[in-house]
Nanobody, 121 residues
């Protein structure tokens, strides 16, 4: 059974950092592109960053995804957090093995329950 469990969210002050974890089970995550999405209250779900199936690391600005293939886990590091980063963060699996990243949520078939990140002083 394919499953994701996210963790690591919480309340953090602006300018701080967080590392979110995504524990995958029921499949080999390194064979799939995995994205982190987020959804803030009253807003559409949006992609934060994706890592392709062949890559061990993906970086965009303040966001970094890293894989731990031995543990079948992925991590999202967020630095210099801003109040606008407040949202529920989800990891999601690309629909097929060896498909590259997609910015559309429709391109992903399994999602975790999410972890809440709140940035506030």
């Amino acid at each position: 059974q394919v499953q994701f469990v996210e963790s690591g969210g919480g309340l953090v002050q602006p300018g701080g950092s967080l590392r979110l974890s995504c524990a995958a089970s029921g499949f080999t995550s390194q064979s799939y592109a995995i994205s982190w999405f987020r959804q803030a209250p009253g807003k559409e779900r949006e992609e934060v960053l994706c890592i392709n199936y062949a890559d061990g690391r993906s970086v965009k600005g303040r966001f970094t995804i890293a894989r731990d293939n031995f543990r079948n886990m992925l991590y999202l590091q967020i630095n210099s957090l801003e109040p606008e980063d407040t949202a529920i963060y989800y990891c999601a699996r690309r629909r097929s093995e060896n498909f590259r990243c997609s910015e559309s949520a429709h391109g992903y078939d399994f999602w975790g329950q999410g972890t809440q990140v709140t940035v506030s002083s």
